[in-house]
């Protein structure tokens, strides 16, 4: 069973810094593009960052700068460090993992999603 599961969301205040976490098993770990999304009430979801099995990285722009994604493939886990943060950052922080297999190969085009982590970022 695939199992996602974030931690680390908090209330802050607005210039804090967090970091969450997403411990990922049933899941060949290094096969799959880890990711960040986050959704804000009454908004979509969206991408926020995303680091291959080999370390690259992908960020959108408005978090360039002030949050750093990092992957230990020894332990499953995918990590955002987030610094600078404001009240706009406040959101539900998803963990995303979608395999990197390509057509014709197992786990092809699967995507699995963990059930989020809480960020408040209020004086």
């Known amino acids: 069973q695939v199992q996602l599961v974030e931690s680390g969301g908090d209330l802050v205040q607005p210039g804090g810094s967090l970091r969450l976490s997403c411990a990922a098993s049933g899941i060949i770990f290094s096969r799959y593009v880890m990711g960040w999304y986050r959704q804000a009430p009454g908004k979509h979801r969206e991408l926020v960052a995303q680091?291959?099995?080999?370390?690259?990285?992908n960020y959108v722009d408005f978090v360039r700068g002030r949050f750093t994604i990092s992957r230990d493939n020894a332990k499953n886990t995918v990590y955002l460090q987030m610094n600078s943060l404001k009240p706009e950052d406040t959101a539900v922080y998803y963990c995303?993992?979608?395999?990197?297999?390509?057509?014709?190969?197992?786990?092809?085009?699967?995507?699995?999603w963990g059930k989020g982590t809480l960020v408040t970022v209020s004086s």
């Open positions: 995303d993992a979608e395999s990197s297999a390509g057509p014709g190969e197992a786990d092809y085009g699967v995507d699995y």
């Open positions: 680091i291959t099995s080999g370390g690259t990285i």
